[in-house]
């Protein structure tokens, strides 16, 4: 028996309160703390993705489609969007965790399409996961950006819903279920698994690194929603999961007090700009924008000034920047910078 043990023992035996419970340390209680909020968003999304696959119409003759089942594929939407919102806020540590499912779950089109492998867009092979299901509940509605890059594709096949009752029935039962499958899969592996604050700590380095390359890849149709646009959308829940889960070590930040407060400085000017913005998408791209050597007249659009705001915030070596704060705090928590 542990010599703590013993101490209860004795102390209940001489008529003593048993001494108190030593309290956890700043590295157990951050590891608590994001393991809690983990595990609540991706019990979240996986409520939201059963629900969209549950509001799926009943398959017919002529499949579904927007004119015949508006109300269905509103809903089906919404519940898209919800389950985007709760895989954003966890994506930084599910993409470290569960890089496999992170893939299948969160795929882009061109990778499958490349290599000639979603011929059948509705069943669950080829390009699956949530960008799938979108383009087709907006295959109507996709940005011409968009379509000029994957029309380009050796593989491409146009995007659109079910017109059969097989292509309906695989929707609901290969497509949507896939996705309920993985995500069900990464909430029953994540139940007992015990995380260390390194892993959660990359996952916010990884997820703000990676900003400005949303915003970049919008110049060319490749954004990450791209159908609904809703890829600004993602860039807030992103930040909210990130400053959601860099409060759980505030405790153990409390000898780097001035890279703590250069990181709410710089999450604060980011969340400013996203909320400026406004809507879900990305703003418009400028005509002729080069990402290599913008024009004033580019720099001075919206989309110019987000470009520019995020290519500094997300540059680790930028002295100053988000991510070069967020390095210099995992420093001080002897937290390695997340390998590139």
Known sequence: MRRAGWL?????????????????????????????????????LATACEELCA?????????????????AVEAMRGHWRRARVEYERVEGAIAILFPELDQDADGRYEHEAELRRDETPF??????????????????????????????????????????????????????AQLVRDVGTMRRQLAPLALD?????????????????????????????RYSSNTLADMRANLEGGRAVLAAYDGMLRDAPEARAEIDRRMDELERAYAALGGDALPEVPEGFDPDSPSDAHFATNYGRLFTLLSSASDPEAEGSLAHALRRAGDAMGIPPLAR
Do not use: N
């Open 8 to 44: 209860v023992i004795l102390a209940l035996a001489c008529g003593e309160p048993p001494p108190p419970e030593p309290a956890p340390s700043p590295s157990d209680r951050a590891v608590v703390e994001v393991k809690r909020y983990i595990d609540a968003h991706v019990s979240a």
């Open 55 to 71: 509001s799926a119409p009943e398959p017919d003759a002529d499949g579904w489609s927007f004119e015949h089942d508006r109300a």
């Open 123 to 176: 069943d669950g092979r080829g390009f699956i996961g949530m960008h799938a299901i979108e383009r087709v509940l907006w295959s109507s509605a996709i940005p011409a950006p968009v379509s000029a890059f994957e029309q380009a594709l050796p593989g491409y096949v146009a995007p659109r819903t079910p017109a059969t009752v097989d292509e309906a029935r695989a929707f609901r039962e290969g497509l949507c």
């Open 197 to 225: 604050p390194p892993t959660a700590w990359r996952g916010i380095q990884g997820s703000i690194e990676e900003q400005s390359e949303k915003v970049l890849l919008g110049a060319t149709g490749q954004d990450e929603s």
